[in-house]
């Protein structure tokens, strides 16, 4: 059996580190807003190449928070991707603005050279996302936003480590919005999330929000929100930190095993690398219009898949009355052929080679 991901292998596999660091916390009996938040934020900071992290409880809560912070609210606009995990449509509702989504390109992302045309008088942000790891096409992106006067949140939550043109996904724009849900390429052991920008005003601000509008103890300064990252995951999170390097290391080598065994199967889109671009592989998604089919051949030789997504936001019933008659086709397309294999730092090269090689037979490849 070669499961999707396993997160207890995770753990095993550096199980006296972590053990170390929630021993360390439940020592020391301080629970939030300690010495491990702090030292994790300086360290992930450090990672991304920014001045500020804000750890927060969540990736949801990290894009809401910032677009909180920018005043977005009720009547205004923020573009986002047509097909995305639904957390980033729902950080521009849960302002009470409008998510406004747009098409996407061959590998899921913000395709930039529809934006121009989405904008309106009410648009205020843009969100990227940098979805299964790939980094979004930034510099597009950033030159619409520049001159149309738009700011730019990097929905960072699928790609820790990322690059662009050699520079940090989430360094990129006004601020990044990151989720530490336990499957991502930076899980905690529970829910966590963060922010990262250069932007002082903004991360004083943000400090607040995710306290209650508080910086100094009952004195509250604005109407916030308990959004916190607890010390037992941050200092968890500094163990995972220290290795997750390695851990993209691998999941580039399990990629590129599968680009090489899986070139040339016919009706198999496989994921592009934009000139330019370092993805994190939080996901290795194909797609093909057989891939029900291929599912469930994969499940008879004991291999998970799943699928990333299923349902795309306007077509959630959480959306139908406000975007259901939108007509989003590769969105739509996306989601009816997208198959993710399986692809995490613990799985081997073998099991990966017996995916692709079980990917291959279905295709009636010879065996290479
Ligand atoms: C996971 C995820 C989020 C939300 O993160 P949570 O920690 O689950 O709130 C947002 N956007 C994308 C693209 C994600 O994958």
Known sequence: MIPFLDLADAFAAHASEYDAAWQRVTRRGWFIAG???????????????????????????????????????????????????????????????TPVPVEIDENCLLDPERIEAAITVRTRAIVPVHLFGQPADMGAVLTVARNRGLRVLE?????????YHGQPCGSLADAAGWSMYPGKNLGAFGDGGAITTDDDALATTLRKLRNYGSSVKYHHDLAGFNSRLDELQAALLRVRLAHLVDDNLQRA???????????????????TIPKGTEPVWHLFVVRTPRRDELARF??????????????????????TTTHGHLELPLADAWANTCLSLPMSPQHTAAQIDEVAAAVRDFFVMPKV
């Open 35 to 97: 010495e491990e938040l702090a030292a994790f934020e300086q360290e992930f900071a450090t990672f991304v190449g920014v001045k500020h992290c804000i750890g927060v409880a969540n990736g949801l809560d990290a894009l809401h928070l910032v677009l909180r912070a920018w005043d977005i609210g009720p009547g205004d606009e923020v573009i986002v991707p047509s097909q995305t995990f639904i957390a980033t449509w729902l950080a521009v509702s849960w302002c009470g603005a």
């Open 155 to 163: 929905d960072a939550a699928q790609a820790h480590g990322a690059r």
């Open 253 to 271: 080598d399990h990629a590129r095993r599968y680009l090489t065994a899986l070139d040339g199967c016919p009706n198999l889109l496989l994921p």
């Open 298 to 319: 994969l499940a008879d030789r004991g291999i998970a898949t799943q699928i990333h997504y299923p349902v795309p936001p306007h077509r959630a019933k959480a959306y």
